[in-house]
């Protein structure tokens, strides 16, 4: 059973930068898809970024962090990361990855971002 754990989240100032690592674990990791969502509590779930097959070169982000965030992997690792600049309060929230197979969708435990202005 594959598992995902996401570490790297913290309080950061509003301008400062993060970054968040994804590690897959325990199995064959050959997902289809890989993202990143985040949520607020009493809000849904929000896209991030997501990579098909993955790909870096077929990310898609979404219109809030376009152009300050960056989705990378690692394969050898079997691990993705979410690099994030220019950081506004906004972007506080618990920071979810997933791996997308053909037949289950497996989500990490969220690590919390915090961006104080």
């Known amino acids: 059973q594959v598992k995902l754990v996401e570490s790297g989240g913290g309080v950061v100032q509003a301008g400062g930068s993060l970054n968040l690592s994804c590690a897959a674990s325990?199995?064959?990791?050959?997902?289809?898809?890989m993202g990143w969502f985040r949520q607020v509590s009493g809000k849904e779930r929000e896209l991030v970024a997501l990579?098909?097959?993955?790909?870096?070169?077929?990310?898609k982000y979404g219109d809030s962090v376009e152009g300050r965030f960056t989705m990378s992997f690692d394969f050898a690792k079997n691990t993705a990361y979410l690099l994030m600049n220019s950081l506004k309060p906004e972007d506080t929230a618990v920071y979810f990855c997933?791996?997308?197979?053909?037949?289950?969708?497996?989500w990490g435990q969220g690590t919390q971002v915090t961006v104080s202005s």
């Open positions: 997933n791996a997308i197979f053909r037949d289950e969708t497996i």
């Open positions: 325990g199995g064959v990791f050959k997902p289809v898809a």
């Open positions: 990579a098909t097959n993955p790909d870096p070169d077929r990310t």
